[in-house]
Nanobody, 122 residues
Framework: QVQLAESGGGLVQAGGSLRLSCEASGNMLNMGAVGWYRQAPGNQREEVARIANGVTTYRDSMKGRVTISRDDAKNMVYLQMNSLKPEDTAIYYC?????????????????WGQGTQVTVSS
């Protein structure tokens, strides 16, 4: 159906920047809501940024430091992260609501990528 592939993670020093990318592929017609989430060791997965129904929201601790964007023509979702802090270290996951065709009907599904590691050193 739909597959998501994240890229752009890595090791960066505190204060540095990273741009994460998420490519949606497969039998998908449209992207609905999109978002980025993260999970640090021992913690629950938490929302970082999301675009839903034209409204963009950010996690309070990351407001002013991250920007989520999307390119529907390319089925891409991006997360620009600046002024990174050690506490931002986590695996970052892309989430997309995708519309796909199956058994004669267009349906919506909720998809997750495998995640990309972001490590911020102090």
């Amino acid at each position: 159906q739909v597959q998501l592939a994240e890229s752009g993670g890595g090791l960066v020093q505190a204060g540095g920047s990273l741009r994460l990318s998420c490519e949606a592929s497969g039998n998908m017609l449209n992207m609905g809501a999109v978002g980025w989430y993260r999970q640090a060791p021992g913690n629950q997965r938490e929302e970082v940024a999301r675009i839903a129904n034209g409204v963009t929201t950010y996690r309070d601790s990351m407001k002013g430091r991250v920007t989520i964007s999307r390119d529907d023509a390319k089925n891409m979702v991006y997360l620009q992260m600046n002024s990174l802090k050690p506490e931002d270290t986590a695996i970052y996951y892309c989430n997309v609501e995708g519309q796909y065709y199956s058994n004669g009907l267009w349906r919506w599904g909720d998809y997750w990528g495998q995640g990309t590691q972001v490590t911020v050193s102090s």
